[in-house]
């Protein structure tokens, strides 16, 4: 590469110039002092390129850094448009794809007996009434042999009732005359009692019948015939666990399965007590899989899940301390399943308005931040501005830039290092 004269470089500016097989040094920066600012990673720079950095001494902003269009393509040098915005802050936080519990349930048996067939699996899609379990349930024969009973006593109640009544009948028709006034009231209080037994038998029967319609039948069971009843999925959803299996007892209330309908989940997160001034109701809520590797941190892409915040937890769990946030989520897809772990960001009440740049083009340098401003087709002006806040791949810039500048995004570091090495030769 041809070395620059003094009038190109105008008779300020000072330069490193690396070959692709020769560091030659132009002013006062020595040779090992360039190799141990590379060896120690003050400066990364491409060795097939040409680079030329510049540092102006007497003005108040460091002189542009010279670049050659060589070195920038090797760089993969990027640039972009500081444009007016505004920037949220976004707490990261640990989350976790739930079951909404207010569709799980928990299959229990009205009855106690003998287990014959589990038909599901845990993990299992199945429909509203499909048959999960079958049992023997002893109270369900208990209860035949009892409406059979109740149902005979009442037809002879009221076999009774009728001869009480015909008999009744009879008495008022030949009362004062074959039939005494006593003997008829007699014969209606005989009508009153059967009458009586009736009701009674009729109550007897409806309870009887009550508890094969309400405790025998439900939304989690039906009896397929005699004593033989089946627990049935009241939702449709997936069986997420089972507790069964053939020829095992069973008693009433006893945890068989649990079904879950998946249509919509949670997304849990938790986040620290003194967080919770931040968030809202109703607040955006993002998550993606924690095994992306992009961290709680990591870029705005990638997101899978986007919510809104439905409950803050006034009360911190008493083993982590932390509080629970909830997201409902549509799952008409049953893409989201139970239990993965999630990076979750929860969008903030702070914001910050002003230029907006990419986070990438924000670089630091010992107390300033700096951002490289595109000066020419080869040269970039290093700024000195007050970054404010920072949300993933945004950054918003208080002072120092103006809408429409031209800003270094891929590539910003090494122009920082290029610059830093100018720096070191100063001082040398």
């Avoid at 007892?249 to 938790?270: C, E, F």
Wanted: proline letters at 5%; one cysteine or more; charged letters at 20%.
């Amino acid at each position: 590469m041809r070395r620059p004269d003094d009038a190109e470089l105008d008779g300020t500016e000072r330069a490193v110039f690396i070959s692709r097989h020769v560091v030659a040094v132009v002013t006062g920066l020595s040779p090992p002092l360039l190799l141990r600012s590379i060896f120690s990673g003050v400066v990364l720079l491409p060795l097939a390129c040409g680079v030329a950095c510049a540092e102006d001494g007497g003005s108040s902003q460091p002189a542009p850094v010279v670049m050659s269009a060589e070195a920038q393509k090797i760089e993969g040098l990027e640039t972009a448009r500081a444009v007016m915005g505004t920037v949220e802050r976004v707490l990261p936080a640990m989350a976790q794809i739930r079951p909404d519990e207010r569709g799980v349930v928990t299959i229990r048996p009205a009855g106690s007996g003998k287990i014959v067939a589990v038909h599901v699996m845990p993990g299992q899609p199945v429909k509203r009434g499909q048959s999960l379990i079958d049992y023997i349930d002893h109270a369900l024969h208990v209860a035949h042999l009892r409406k059979d009973q109740d149902r005979a006593t009442l037809a002879a109640a009221v076999a009774t009732q009728k001869e009480a009544r015909l008999s009744y009948d009879r008495a008022r028709v030949l009362s004062g005359g074959a039939v005494a006034a006593g003997e008829v009231r007699r014969r209606a209080a005989i009508l009153q009692q059967a009458d009586a037994a009736v009701t009674a038998q009729e109550s007897a029967l409806g309870m009887i019948n009550h508890q094969f319609h309400e405790e025998f039948t439900s939304v989690t069971e039906r009896i397929v015939r005699d004593e033989l009843s089946a627990l049935i999925s009241p939702v449709d959803g997936v069986v997420l666990d089972v507790k069964a299996a053939a020829g095992g007892d069973v008693t009433p209330g006893m945890d068989l399965a649990t079904v879950a309908d998946l249509s919509r989940v949670w997304l849990v997160a938790w986040i620290a007590p003194e967080d919770a001034s931040l968030l809202t109701v109703g607040a955006g809520m993002d998550g993606r899989p924690a095994d992306q590797n992009q961290g709680l941190a990591g870029g705005a892409g990638g997101w899978t899940v986007r919510a809104r915040i439905t409950t803050i937890a006034q009360a911190a769990d008493p083993v982590t301390g932390l509080l629970r946030v909830i997201a409902e989520v549509p799952n008409g897809s049953g893409a989201l399943r139970p239990g993965v772990m999630m990076d979750a960001g929860l969008h903030t009440t702070e914001r910050q308005a002003g230029v907006v740049v990419p986070s990438e083009a924000v670089q630091r340098s010992g107390s300033q931040d700096v951002v490289f401003v595109r000066a020419g087709a080869d040269r970039f002006r290093p700024v000195m501005v007050r970054a404010g806040l920072e949300e993933a791949d945004r950054t918003v810039v208080l002072s120092g830039l103006r809408a429409g500048d031209e800003v270094v995004t891929k590539g910003s570091f090494a122009l920082k290092s290029i610059g830093a090495l100018a720096t070191l030769g100063d001082s040398d």
